[in-house]
């Protein structure tokens, strides 16, 4: 009786374990030249079907990958783990993927987690395009997660992406960590981290260097903490553009704590377009940020309005409440630190300035600040509000 329980808990045991494989098993090549996306799709075909977690495993190597879909949507639930130990390759031709909405697309999954990689999309050819504005592409995203829950990325580099690197779209329960992202600063349409429709998400302990946003945060964010990153070259941290549509849902809830913008556009932003719109943003605490030679440090841009089209003469519909700036110090590379050009229809309300000191050539910054009201406290350099 003994042996066969010990025999029943030896087979419950195994059948619970995760079961690994290997893309090389599947006729995967490391040479950075021979086409691995059928391999890749086979491998997943695979673990789609196991009802056991289920670990991929990408060896040390380069992996020549077309778009690649991992759609859980008729798989068997159960976690699944991509452990990359070698790089993902996009084809040096921009045009094999540049029509794409992404390279590297994972979407109705509950429980992924993707540990390591480099994925190098090759993107450099596409700006270079781009520049010369002959008509391209424009670019896929080089990692997508969409309605997914329960998702964690730690350790992954993007590194010249074609359009945005990472995406989390409608997702739930999502954490960045050790993420490395590496674009040149004047590579177009670059964000680093785009997040929308999802809640708690949290992004720690991550450097993003590239040509747009290091982080830009879209409609229908909810819960979203970012902590201890890098940003430099690039835009800065940007709630919006919001109000691109009349009806839109909202951003709430974003702690934006203990960032280093170095070299950039901007600092931390909210821009909306200058027409009417039912979103808003509200709840926002930017705390404990230094500056380096920042153009914008501090920005809340209600009139975005790029190349005067479909909004001139309008004003934003947006309302922006309850927006905290915390031990906010450093250099400013434009006389003006803080600017919060607000909307004269719905004007910013509960803003927080406390303890901002921002110079400008070793003199106290400029504030250019209009439609905004709230209240100061601590050390304040400059005064606004």
């Known amino acids: 009786m003994a042996s066969l329980l010990v025999l029943f808990v030896f087979f419950f045991i195994s059948s619970c374990s995760a079961q690994s494989y290997n893309v090389l098993s599947f006729g995967a090549k490391p040479d950075g030249k021979t086409d691995a996306t059928k391999a890749f799709m086979a491998v997943w075909e695979t673990a ?13 190597g380069r992996f020549l990958l077309r778009s690649l879909n991992f759609d859980g949507s008729k798989c068997k639930p159960k976690p699944v783990t991509f452990r990359i130990d070698g790089s993902l390759v996009a084809p040096a031709d921009y045009r094999v993927i540049g029509n794409e909405d992404y390279w590297i697309f994972f979407q109705h999954l509950d429980g992924v987690t993707v540990y390591g990689g480099v994925f190098d999309a090759q993107g450099t050819s596409l700006w270079d395009c781009k520049k010369s504005g002959k ?7 080089t990692i997508g997660f969409q309605s997914s829950s329960n998702v964690v990325v730690s350790g992954l580099t993007s590194l010249n992406s074609q359009m945005f690197h990472v995406v989390i779209n409608g997702c739930n329960n999502v954490k960045l960590q050790g993420v490395k992202v590496l ?7 670059t964000d680093g981290i785009h997040v929308q429709s999802s809640s708690t998400v949290s992004i720690f302990n991550t450097k993003i260097s590239t040509g747009d946003d290091c982080v830009s945060i879209g409609p229908g964010t909810n819960g979203l903490w970012i902590e201890n990153v890098a940003c430099g070259p690039g835009h800065g941290i940007s709630i919006g553009s919001l109000g691109k549509d009349s009806v839109e849902e909202g951003v709430q809830n974003v702690t934006v704590k203990t960032v280093t913008f170095t070299g950039t556009d901007n600092g931390v932003r909210i821009k909306s377009w200058a027409r009417p719109s039912s979103g808003f943003a509200r709840d926002i605490r930017f705390q404990h940020c230094v500056m380096n030679n920042v153009g914008n440090p501090i920005l809340i841009d209600q009139n975005y309005c790029p190349r005067n089209e479909n909004c001139p003469r309008q004003v934003s519909g947006i309302k922006i409440s309850d927006v905290l700036f915390v031990d906010i110090h450093g250099t400013s590379a434009t006389e003006v630190g803080v600017k919060l050009d ?7 309300t509960g803003i927080r300035l406390e303890d901002v000191k921002l110079t400008y050539r070793n003199k106290p910054a400029a504030s250019a600040c209009v439609h905004a009201g709230g209240i100061e406290a601590g050390f304040l350099q400059p005064n606004c509000l």
């Open 183 to 189: 674009a040149a600063g004047d590579s177009p349409n």
């Open 135 to 141: 008509n391209c592409p424009s670019g896929a995203t």
């Open 342 to 348: 607000c909307s004269p229809k719905k004007p910013c």
């Open 48 to 60: 789609c079907a196991s009802s056991r977690p289920v670990t991929i495993v990408v060896p040390k």
